[in-house]
């Protein structure tokens, strides 16, 4: 019972940070295309009252104006009705901790420990994730103060630190759970950006707006640098968040070095269409991209595996190790504690089940996503077995 409810818990909390997570990046998405393809005020009486920039836009039947006032309205007050962009961001955090929570810290054991790599505990793996998350965010911000004006060399260090971190933690937890929470992490600093420097920073201006003072430029300068870090994090982030779906990308001896790559290849992706707004933008910028998504491709192809020489699996090895490493979880009445069905319905309790998921079986062994943290115990050697034995149906 306790497993089903969390599946519900799960479930629910999926739905809730999908659903914030959509209405965050989709506020975000038009704000930086608004403001990237503002042009100059068509008529002087707008620009005397303080309008830097406008768009015009047609959607959904209507014509719309939208227009900028850097420093407010001037001569008139500032508008009561503001809308506020910021719950969507702290309720994608908050449903994304909840989540890491249920599935990596709840479930540590299974999902963010793996004894191959590093031999913990529950009480020190949440530690470091913990650790990783609030440290993330406090280096970030430091170097974003140390660095001000240097945007150019502060994106540098901080691809850096993102690729680095993401090296660390592939030596401490699962690939899955390293994965996770490179993600984590940037998506905390992107709403710590959001809850300590841009919504302040806007309430301070909004609040001197209104006393009739002249707004300080500070908090719109920080607020818009923390703005543009967040755009730039937003593609690599919603990767990481459907990652968990592609064990080839993340179960290879290097998954850190694929998850740099196809990071840097959302960045381009996202500085393409940031530039496109502005009519700046350049193909060279996607090419790039493809081409290291088309490397990542070569690179994480399954390897052949020759059996020529190999002795014949028999299948009284094969149900030997499945038995001892599989049908925990995947039989029709799982034993493994905290499994009510067996994971994606992929029954593995006969040989006909066996030869039936033949494909994805072998491919989740060799990639070492499967047993998930490896549970129990699978060896190298085993793993070999699989192969093998793989490669010697396919021959038949």
């Not at 129990?376 to 050697?381: F, P, Y």
Request: with cysteine; net charge neutral; aromatic share 12%.
């Amino acid at each position: 019972m306790e497993a089903y409810l969390l599946d519900w818990v799960n479930l629910l909390l999926r739905w809730l940070h999908f659903v914030a997570g959509v209405a965050w990046i989709g506020a975000s998405f038009y704000f930086v295309m608004l403001d990237s393809s503002l042009s100059k005020p068509a008529r002087k009486q707008d620009e005397d009252r303080g309008v830097t920039g406008e768009l015009w836009a047609v959607h959904g039947g209507g014509v719309y104006q939208s227009q900028k006032f850097l420093l407010g309205p001037v001569g008139e007050p500032l508008a009561e009705n503001l809308h506020w962009s910021k719950w969507e961001a702290y309720i994608t955090w908050l449903s994304g901790m909840g989540l890491l929570a249920v599935i990596y810290w709840f479930g540590a054991k299974t999902y963010l420990i793996d004894s191959q790599v590093m031999g913990l505990t529950p009480v020190v793996a949440i530690s470091i994730s913990i650790g990783f998350l609030a440290g993330g965010w406090i280096v970030y911000d430091l170097l974003c103060k140390a660095l001000r004006g240097k945007d150019n060399l502060l994106a540098g260090i901080i691809f850096v630190l993102i690729s680095t971190t993401a090296w660390v933690l592939f030596q401490l937890f699962s690939a899955r759970a390293a994965y996770l929470h490179v993600g984590a992490m940037m998506g905390t600093i992107m709403a710590a950006n959001v809850f300590f420097h841009i919504i302040p920073g806007q309430k301070k201006v909004v609040a001197q707006m209104r006393a009739g003072q002249t707004p300080d430029t500070e908090p719109g300068i920080v607020g818009k640098q923390r703005s543009v870090h967040n755009t730039y994090f937003t593609l690599p982030v919603l990767f990481i968040m459907i990652s968990n779906h592609y064990p080839m990308t993340y179960s290879s001896g290097q998954g850190w070095l694929v998850l740099i790559f196809i990071m840097l290849a959302g960045v381009l992706i996202r500085q393409y269409f940031v530039m496109r707004h502005s009519h700046r933008a350049s193909l060279a910028l996607p090419a790039i991209a493809v081409v290291l998504l088309l490397a990542m491709v070569w690179y994480l192809s399954p390897k052949a595996v020759n059996s020529e020489n190999a002795s014949k699996v028999s299948d009284m090895q094969m149900s030997e190790i499945v038995n001892a490493r599989c049908v925990g979880c995947h039989a029709v009445t799982p034993t493994q504690p905290g499994f009510v069905e067996a994971p994606l319905g992929i029954l593995l309790d006969t040989p006909e089940n066996i030869l039936k998921n033949a494909e994805r079986f072998a491919f989740t062994v060799q990639t070492k996503y499967m047993p998930i943290g490896n549970l129990t115990g699978m060896t190298d050697e085993e793993r070999a077995t699989v192969a093998i034995w793989y490669a010697q149906q396919q021959q038949n």
